[in-house]
């Protein structure tokens, strides 16, 4: 898809200096590839999100800086390779290379505007247009840049947008959908991070409208986006937009459970995105399935299936039982299955809480211990390698269990005495 580019250039109003003072602006790693750029005789401008996220928060310091220039990649290599700081040409076809500075990386862009998209990916030619390139942008919010001076550019009104809790598209909305379908993801990812303000009619219908082009994405991009969502401070009126535009159907094929995932919130606030999205999906998807089309590492994989499948433990079960339960399960997965036992229980959260708070306090004063006696001890009693050492061994630990992991050593290599006595007489 062509966008239509302004038919006249205008020049890019500058704000007062909200940024003048943003520690990463001033930090002398930045003031070395500013100094660096500045011999190219071209501007330099930072864009994205250490703007956006400056003006929310004017003490930010971020080692990540994002910065656009209508110099050629070839040209920025040869300026900052001129100053002595190290370069990565970590995109140069699409004209990105990144710079490397006491700690702190630069990517540095070529200023761009689209030629053609397909709702996955953009063929670009470089400018030397801010505001073509601001055009080319997501949304209001993502669109400010800065110079080196602080100065704040805001073509499409991203601030009084970032202000409001707005997050609105830069022009037609389902035109920016089709340039990228993650867009649609990234819309809610930003509203679940910073949105407060519900957004028009007329972008919902898009994002409802352009649903289904969320198929023809890759597995990882979805991924990256969905987890980002879920840990969203906002993320639980996200996922409620995010049903209503029947979203989170196209891309899971059932409703997300909200009602549970709002206990796991209330009750487990530090739940990070695993274990909330299977809050969302149990016992309503094919989690493998999802697994597999999410392209989740192997480890989050596991995980999602082990709670979405696993039978939950009660929370008022007895310290003993929930020592048992950790020996066998791990800490990390027993924990993972007590919070969403809390969630999936229908009890006023009020009742909930305490024994979930107590049922994790004995977890986190539990050591996982280690059977004190192995195979090599009981060969010592006299017991051949084999099946039957196999069968003492566990008869062994289900005692050591049963005792609440009290027995000791000792203890356990009488049984185990008595156990080879009792095979030496058959």
């Not at 009020?350 to 006696?373: Q, S």
Request: charged share 25%; with cysteine; proline share 6%.
């Amino acid at each position: 898809m062509r966008r239509p580019m302004p038919t006249r250039r205008r020049p890019m109003a500058a704000d007062e200096r909200p940024l003048a003072n943003a520690a990463w602006l001033r930090a002398a790693a930045t003031r070395r590839v500013l100094e660096a750029l500045a011999a190219g005789d071209a501007p330099v401008r930072f864009v994205g999100g250490c703007v956006r996220d400056t003006l929310l928060d004017p003490g930010l310091d971020t080692v990540d800086l994002d910065l656009a220039t209508p110099l050629p990649p070839e040209r920025t290599i040869e300026l900052l390779d001129a100053a002595g700081i190290r370069t990565v040409p970590t995109g140069i076809a699409h004209g990105t290379i990144t710079a490397l500075a006491d700690g702190r990386d630069y990517e540095i862009t070529t200023l761009r505007q689209d030629v053609a998209t397909d709702g996955r990916r953009a063929v670009v030619a470089f400018t030397d247009c801010f505001l073509a390139d601001a055009a080319r942008r997501d949304f209001t919010i993502n669109a400010m840049s800065c110079d080196a001076a602080g100065r704040l550019f805001d073509p499409f009104a991203g601030r009084a947008d970032l202000a409001a809790g707005r997050i609105r598209f830069v022009g037609e909305p389902i035109a920016r959908i089709r340039e990228d379908y993650l867009r649609i993801l990234r819309f809610f990812r930003f509203f679940a991070r910073l949105g407060r303000e519900r957004p028009a009619a007329a972008t919902l219908d898009a994002l409802a409208h352009e649903r289904r082009g969320l198929e023809r994405l890759s597995g990882e991009r979805l991924r990256a986006e969905l987890l980002k969502l879920l840990a969203g401070a906002n993320v639980a009126a996200s996922l409620r937009l995010m049903a209503e535009t029947g979203v989170w159907q196209a891309i899971f094929g059932a409703p997300p459970r909200l009602d549970r995932f709002a206990r796991l919130q209330k009750l487990a606030p530090e739940a990070d995105p695993i274990l909330g999205l299977a809050a969302l999906i149990r016992g309503a998807v094919d989690t493998a399935a999802i697994a597999l089309r999410l392209r989740l590492a192997n480890r989050e994989r596991d995980r999602l299936v082990d709670l979405t499948t696993a039978e939950l433990p009660a929370l008022d079960h007895p310290a003993v039982e929930l020592r048992r339960l950790a020996y066998q399960l791990g800490k990390d997965r027993l924990t993972d299955r007590l919070r969403l036992a809390a969630a999936e229980t229908d009890a006023p959260a009020a009742g909930l809480a305490p024994l979930l708070k107590t049922a994790l306090a004995t977890l986190a004063a539990f050591r996982v211990p280690r059977l004190p006696v192995g195979g090599r001890d009981l060969v010592a009693l006299g017991l051949p390698p084999g099946p039957a050492l196999g069968r003492v061994l566990r008869h062994l630990e289900a005692a050591w269990i049963a005792s609440d992991f009290t027995a000791d050593r000792d203890a356990l290599l009488a049984l185990a005495a008595d156990a080879a006595s009792v095979g030496d007489e058959a």
